[in-house]
Every structure is written in C-alpha cells, then in structure tokens.
C-alpha cells in the first residue's frame, strides 16, 4: 500500500550533523506510524526513533535522546531524522519503516524502505 525511500545518509566526523528523509508513495501517508531503525554490521537490527500519524508522539531509543529528533511533514509526505553531535557508535544502515500504530517493536512494522548508510568517523 505505502512504498518508503530514504535519503540523506553519508560520511561524517565525529560531532557533525546529517539530516535523514523518508519520502512515502502509494497510500495515505496519515494512516500510519513512522519509525526509523539501524543495523550495524555483525548486529541487531535496533529501534531508533518513531513519530506518530500526526506527529503529537514521538519516542527515541535512550543513546539518541538529546541528540537525534524525528519530525514529518504530512504536505510532503515525508519523515526526517535530524541528527546532530554523531558519534562513531552511530555508524550503521539507517531503515524507515511504517506501522499501523504507536510501537517500537520491528516485527510490527509491515513496510520498509531500502536503508542509508551513514558512517561516522573518529
């Protein structure tokens, strides 16, 4: 029903700042729940971020809070990730994915897109 793309991934140094987006196609964007995940290599796949239909809810994973914040723009159909003081713990592929309500588990997110690498360096 709902085709996701992100964008915005590349290589940093260590204290510098990326914008991730996911642009969404084919369906209604407010109908569902966002959530940004990463995996790096020879790890779990890891929940991030997540925003709500409306954008009222939003919820990070402990290691990001303060620096990482997750915002979208219905209009556009779009998701971002702004993502501000990395770190190289932050290296990872970078997934959004869309759920059809509020949760941070992977297995209840139904849609995903292709991943962005982003790569932060000492």
């Known amino acids: 029903q709902v085709q996701l793309v992100e964008s915005g991934g590349g290589s940093v140094q260590a204290g510098g700042s990326l914008r991730l987006s996911c642009a969404a196609s084919?369906?209604?964007?407010?109908?569902?729940?966002i959530g940004w995940f990463r995996q790096a290599p020879g790890k779990d796949r890891e929940f991030v971020a997540r925003?709500?239909?409306?954008?009222?809810?939003?919820n990070y994973v402990n290691s990001v809070k303060g620096r990482f914040t997750i915002s979208r723009d219905n209009a556009k159909n779009t998701v971002h990730l702004e993502m501000n003081s990395l770190k190289p713990e932050d290296t990872a592929v970078y997934y959004c994915?869309?759920?059809?309500?509020?949760?941070?588990?992977?297995?209840?997110?139904?849609?995903w897109g292709q991943g962005t690498q982003v790569t932060v360096s000492s």
């Open positions: 994915a869309a759920a059809h309500f509020a949760t941070s588990a992977s297995d209840d997110y139904h849609t």
């Open positions: 084919g369906s209604t964007f407010t109908s569902y729940d």
């Open positions: 925003i709500s239909r409306y954008g009222h809810d939003t």
